[in-house]
């Protein structure tokens, strides 16, 4: 589902474009507010809030060609379609010192920390004086800064060491996405046998999407007169190897797209890895230099970010500069998709739904309902499926008919699973509901229990029936997170009717011996409203 806009949110390829330099541009266009296919929407961006020692910092508002951190943050949050953000590193300049955090990066990108999946950038590593002679943190050495601020989004597997901080990967719709730490000195080193460089290789292995990206800092292709800095190449290896299809930088502050490329540099319209960087955040802009081998298709020197498509097998993209003029587009089709195909379960933004029948934002298929009479008995489930978190347990009276007051809040499990013996009704159903004054996301965390030993390569399937009477169009998302990895999420709008629906989604685990947990959220629910949940499970 996608975010709605709110002015101040909780901190928390057949290419079409050419160089934009010189580029003639309607300034009446800005950027679209959603889709009409219901694909993920990813905003991509790096290198963003200046030090407020910077002379051109103006007190936060910085000028045309340096700090434009508040006019491109404030962009992307004017685009209300995105799902998530991946942060390409270096989010406060000039080394991360928690003061200049609280002037500079929180009160413009920190607006997007709710949906920030950051990776690590070389500022965030940097000791000694700053450019404005000021000191760095001497826990930059192990990034300590980054990690403590963006925590878990970060860090999503607390048990790596040192040298292992900062790599993750999780499935967003079709896609599989990696998020690696290019800084090599710090993570162990980014050769062939690095821990980090075996474990992309192995998690590659795994990856069963038909699309895959990564992302990190430091570009192999950079558009600079040095040419390609090769210590990345081993990492393009494995993705090339894998079939992977685009990966995103930033650390070049400007933006720059490539033709199809092997690890090489050569075109390769093929098997080619499309590369992306967009150091447009906020810091100072450079050029691409004539000299550049491989020269980028495209570019520009101007503050922005990408608004990126995540297809059911292939992708777009479209650079927004700062004033929301539209800039260098893209298409392109992943390697892993035996032919592109629109997914057949979305319904388009601007079509009614029909009642009873809750649709999906994202990639996630719906299991039709009864659009006549709220069923009475459980959902049938295939005798191959083993259920795990069953659907008939006994309900907790002290929480019957209540309202779940709780945020991201844990429980005893028991209490969330309605009797099936009782129809789907309010009383029998746990109501989520909003008591804060604003927009906010409320839901049930890790329901009933989480799944306490997985089974590697099994699909485990999750289900609720929801029920949305008063709330519009209400987003709800079905959360499936394995340890280690960052969730698998199924993103549904819900139709405002008196119908109960019944939302699915699914998850292949990775692992043997790992937990998943399940999360039932209403993302961004109004103040004062409620949505109705009821019997939820998870079988295999």
């Avoid at 007190?59 to 991946?86: H, I, K, P, Y």
Wanted: negative net charge.
């Amino acid at each position: 589902m996608k975010r709605p806009l709110v002015a101040l949110a909780a901190a928390g390829a057949m290419f079409v474009g050419a160089s934009l330099l010189g580029q003639a541009t309607d300034l009446s266009s800005t950027a679209q507010a959603s889709t009409a296919t219901g694909d993920p929407v990813i905003g991509v961006v790096g290198d963003m809030a200046c030090d407020p020692q910077n002379p051109a910092f103006y007190g936060g508002t910085g000028d045309q060609t340096n700090c434009g951190e508040l006019a491109t943050s404030t962009r992307m949050l004017s685009d209300d379609s995105l799902d998530a953000v991946l942060g390409l590193g270096d989010y406060q300049y000039d080394c991360d010192d928690p003061q200049d955090f609280a002037k500079s990066y929180t009160p413009t990108w920190g607006r997007l920390n709710s949906l920030m999946d950051p990776v690590a950038g070389n500022h965030e590593y940097l000791t000694g004086t700053d450019a404005f002679g000021a000191t760095c943190p001497s826990t930059n050495a192990t990034a300590d800064t980054f990690f403590n601020y963006f925590g878990s989004a970060a860090l999503p597997n607390l048990t790596q060491s040192a040298f292992q901080q900062g790599h993750f990967s999780f499935d967003l719709g079709n896609w599989h996405i990696i998020g690696l730490n290019g800084n090599c000195s710090h993570a162990g080193g980014c050769g062939a046998t690095s821990p980090q460089t075996t474990w992309l290789k192995s998690d590659l292995a795994n990856d069963t999407e038909p699309c895959t990206l990564a992302y990190w800092h430091q570009p192999l292709f950079t558009g600079l007169a040095k040419g390609a800095n090769t210590a990345y190449k081993p990492w393009w290896d494995a993705l090339y190897a894998a079939h992977a299809d685009v990966v995103l930088n930033g650390h070049v502050h400007n933006y720059q797209r490539y033709a199809a490329l092997d690890p090489a540099g050569s075109a390769d319209p093929i098997n080619g890895i499309t590369e992306y960087v967009v150091g447009t955040g906020g810091e100072v802009q450079v050029g691409v230099s004539v000299k550049a081998v491989p020269a980028p298709t495209a570019s520009a020197v101007t503050f922005g970010y990408m608004r990126m498509t995540l297809g059911a097998g292939t992708w777009s993209t479209q650079f927004v500069d700062s004033t929301g003029v539209l800039g260098d587009s893209s298409t392109g089709a992943c390697h892993g998709a035996s032919a592109p195909t629109p997914t057949d379960t979305a319904t388009p933004t601007d079509t009614a739904t029909p009642a009873g029948t809750a649709t999906p934002a994202g990639t996630a298929t719906p299991t039709p309902t009864d659009t006549t009479t709220p069923t009475t008995t459980p959902t049938t489930t295939s005798p191959a499926l083993q259920e795990l978190l069953p659907n008939n347990s006994v309900e907790d009276p002290t929480l019957a008919g209540k309202p779940y007051l709780g945020k991201y809040t844990s429980n005893d499990g028991v209490s969330w699973v309605s009797d099936v013996a009782h129809a789907h009704d309010q009383t029998h159903s746990i109501q989520i509901h909003n008591v804060t004054t604003g927009l906010d996301d409320v839901g049930l965390k890790n329901m009933p229990a989480t799944i306490t030993s997985t089974t590697k390569g099994t699909t485990y399937h999750a289900s609720v029936w929801v029920q949305s009477a008063t709330v519009q169009n209400q987003a709800i998302w079905l959360k499936l997170a394995e340890t280690g990895r960052k969730a698998s999420i199924g993103k549904f709008t819900v139709p405002p009717d008196a119908g109960w629906h019944q939302l699915t989604w699914q998850y292949v685990a990775a692992s043997t011996g790992s937990s998943l947990g399940y999360s039932v959220i209403a993302k961004q629910l109004p103040a004062g409203q409620s949505v109705y949940a009821d019997q939820f499970s998870v079988t295999r």
